[in-house]
């Protein structure tokens, strides 16, 4: 009987354990992305002037999350950044109770405000899953367009749709998002429960135009379409991310 009693306390605690785990609801998520190079730039000669040891390049993300709003951001850092052009820094805040999302974007060294719906996605959820800082993750599929795939791999203890970049819409947070090719690979690093305060899930002050994502997209398309530059920038801008 004594046994018995101490098998079902043990198995309340683990139980009370698991439900306080799975009710994390506001924090920061640091996530790592990884951009290949070569794959990226698709340039025949980019091999002749990026070194091998530089073809990855890693960006550092913060994701700040209550029930409602979401930030993400860079990681502030005063490390030297090599290559800096060759990534998007977006910032992008979502807000689950209005429908409303706001990313700011620095095309050229000019920044502009994109004012939109937040994004929904037909993901397809799969049996695989994996480790991702200490969270069990299932994996999900989205069909990008013919030939390009998305893999997100997300976690139910953190229980609200949330993402970096502009990825939700899984019943869980994104803790890990890749193109089928691995050019581009996010995955967090570090998983912080503390309460955001309201600074961290403002956007930034800008006295950028606000634009919708399509009338910014064709007053580009306008100007430098033509352009072999202008199409990279539009393609690299108004793509995946």
């Known amino acids: 009987m004594h046994k018995l009693k101490t098998y079902i306390v043990i198995v309340v605690l683990i139980a009370l ?48 999350f209550n029930d409602s709003i979401t930030l993400f951001k860079q990681q502030e850092s005063d490390l030297r950044e090599y290559y800096a052009w060759a990534t998007i820094k977006n910032m992008v805040y979502q807000n689950n109770n209005t429908g409303e999302r706001l990313t700011i974007k620095k095309i050229w060294n000019e920044e502009f405000v994109l004012k939109d719906s937040l994004v929904r996605r037909d993901w397809k959820i799969t049996d695989s899953k994996r480790n991702i800082c200490g969270y069990n993750c299932r994996k999900a599929i989205w069909q990008a367009n013919d030939s390009t795939r998305i893999y997100a791999w997300y976690c139910t203890e953190i229980e609200l749709s949330i993402g970096p970049e502009n990825f939700i819409g899984l019943p869980g947070a994104i803790l890990g998002l890749a193109t089928e090719d691995g050019g581009v690979i996010y995955f967090a690093k570090s998983v912080d429960q503390t309460n955001p305060s309201p600074e961290n899930l403002q956007l930034k002050k800008t006295k950028a135009k606000v634009y919708k994502t399509n009338e910014l997209k064709a007053k580009l398309e306008k100007e430098f379409g033509k352009d072999r530059w202008g199409k990279e920038m539009i393609e690299n801008n108004f793509g995946l991310w």
């Open 17 to 64: 354990c698991q439900e306080s785990h799975a009710q994390i609801r506001h924090g920061k998520i640091v996530y790592e992305r990884k951009t290949n190079l070569y794959k990226k730039l698709k340039s025949d000669d980019a091999k002749d002037w990026l070194k091998e040891s530089d073809k990855i390049k890693i960006d550092v993300f913060e994701l700040y």
